[in-house]
């Protein structure tokens, strides 16, 4: 598998070395389609970055402390604006990790990707938030309250026995929460069936429930922030990532204030402000102290200076129209939800120069991240939520053990980490790998570990945290040295001493989960 174009895991890259990760990208063609009810499938990672706007996690790496071995190996590979939650941990700053998982199956190895996560986040210092998404398993897969239960009690207990703390923190689930349900109601007032249209492609058959199940995400999605706000991290395979962005949109709209960067009295988009911006400092160094750049100044300028389009155009329009008006650098508070005390009261805690509109105020002696947690703290004080816009990382999906997609309704696919450990031995023994065609060309040509699942197993799960064993399997795979037969009989007895220990520890903390402060049973009637 490529993070780049250039480069292959496991290869010394021009800036530093990275581990391989061994992933294969599931998926065919050129479309990415990101749809969290749906197969997940992604041929080319790349096109998350550009398509959707998420984030190389490789570039933020370096500022993460202790970073789990998941990180290192590139298996989690993007993030949405994670740097807030690393920050949080570097300076020892509260945060919180949540995920849910939907009890529509067994738990199996791709799951359990999200419960080392939630688990490291948790030993790092945060609030460790983990549910079970009853409501959205019954209204968009139908299933019935029995079985959700008994499902619910196998995701708890697997992430019990792989290190989650209860004591320290929270499993709920959705149906048994109330703090849920209303903080679902209120985003509701916010989203509208157009949008979840657009988003999810519902239709005129698309369930109320279903629908209000979106809602519920995304009060889970911000749970962690209703007494406190703080930066939060949502671990997530990409195919969630409009349920991410529908709760970074929602937790702004409830904000009392948006906090904006601007430059006159105008109101301008993220475009015409970058326009704004360039012509402010072209102009600036040209002016002396005493001297004040105008908008009609810069209006000239961009004329002269920028190529036509849309935007130049909307810009140059707006300054004519200011005209003589100075054009000055300033943030801007907008007021979106506020209430009449509030916004009094974000007027008088803005210290130095201000101006003061019917809907905003521009301060002119605050830095934007300043102004957002004046915002917030008025906020806060006048009964508002403040929401921090959540943060989330996103991991590759794990390929099938018969190559395509990992699928819960394929067993030969996936292992369960309920399976018996002798049947997880044969499923691995019997999956397909990136080997050669014979051995001979298999020393001469060295295997594509890039693209075999087995290889996935080791730098996923089987290696642990020892990065040299996996860079090793990785090394002697594409040396030729490492022959299928051997690395499936490795792979295969390090699986089923996995999965062994893994079922005697479920057995271990069921007392643990019965102490827990979550409901096994659902009361709910069982239509």
Request: charged share 35%; aromatic share 8%.
């Amino acid at each position: 598998m490529t993070r780049d174009t250039d480069s292959r895991d496991g290869v010394e890259q021009a800036d530093r070395e990275k581990l391989p990760d061994g992933g294969t990208a599931a998926g065919d063609g050129d479309d990415v389609a990101l749809d969290p009810w749906g197969s997940a499938a992604v041929a080319d990672y790349r096109k998350l970055f550009e398509e959707f706007g998420i984030e190389e996690f490789d570039e933020l790496l370096p500022e993460v402390p202790d970073p789990h071995y998941l990180m290192r190996r590139g298996v989690i590979f993007g993030h949405r604006d994670y740097r807030r939650v690393a920050d949080a941990m570097v300076n020892d700053e509260p945060f919180a990790a949540l995920s849910g998982f939907m009890p529509t199956g067994d738990p199996h190895i791709g799951h359990k990707l999200v419960f080392d996560e939630i688990i490291w986040h948790q030993r790092q210092g945060g609030d460790a938030y983990a549910l079970i998404a009853d409501l959205e398993a019954h209204s968009a897969r139908g299933m019935t309250w029995d079985e959700i239960d008994e499902h619910a009690r196998d995701y708890l207990l697997s992430l019990l026995a792989l290190g989650f703390d209860p004591e320290e923190g929270t499993l709920y689930r959705q149906s048994g929460d109330r703090d849920v349900q209303d903080l679902a109601f209120e985003l509701g007032s916010k989203a509208n069936f157009s949008e979840l249209e657009n988003i999810y492609g519902f239709s005129g058959e698309t369930s109320v429930s279903h629908m209000q199940s979106v809602v519920t995400q995304m009060a889970d999605i911000l749970y962690p922030q209703l007494d406190e706000p703080k930066p939060t991290v949502i671990p997530v395979g990409p195919d969630q990532d409009p349920h991410v962005r529908l709760a970074r949109d929602l937790a702004a709209r409830m904000g009392y204030f948006s906090v904006t960067e601007a430059y006159a009295s105008f109101e301008a988009d993220a475009e015409e402000r970058e326009l704004l911006a360039a012509a402010y400092a072209a102009l600036s160094e040209e002016t002396s102290e005493d001297e004040t750049v105008r908008c009609e100044d810069a209006a000239d300028w961009l004329e002269d200076e920028m190529a036509p389009g849309a935007a130049r155009e909307s810009a140059v329009a707006k300054l004519r129209e200011a005209g003589k008006e100075p054009l000055r650098p300033r943030v801007r508070f907008l007021d979106r939800n506020a209430t009449e005390d509030a916004f009094e009261a974000l007027i008088g805690a803005v210290e130095g120069e201000k101006r003061v509109f019917d809907e905003h105020v521009d301060a002119f002696d605050l830095s934007r991240e300043d102004a957002e947690e004046l915002a917030r703290e008025v906020e806060l004080d006048h009964g508002g939520y403040g929401f921090v816009a959540p943060s989330s990382i996103y991991h590759r999906f794990m390929t099938g053990l018969t190559g395509g997609k990992m699928s819960s309704s394929v067993p030969a696919s996936h292992i369960s980490l309920l399976d018996d450990p002798e049947d997880g031995y044969d499923k691995v023994k019997a999956a397909t790998t990136g080997g050669r065609e014979t051995a001979e060309k298999q020393r001469e040509l060295g295997g594509r570990a890039d693209e075999c699942p087995v290889y996935e197993l080791y730098a996923y799960l089987l290696a642990g945290d020892d990065d040299e064993f996996a860079k090793e399997v990785y090394d002697e795979c594409v040396g030729g040295e490492r022959l299928c037969g051997d690395c499936k009989e490795q792979a295969a007895r390090l699986m089923r001493e996995f999965l062994a220990e893994h079922q005697e520890k479920r057995e271990e903390v069921e007392d643990l989960l019965e102490q827990a402060d979550i409901e096994l049973d659902s009361d709910r009637k069982r239509n």
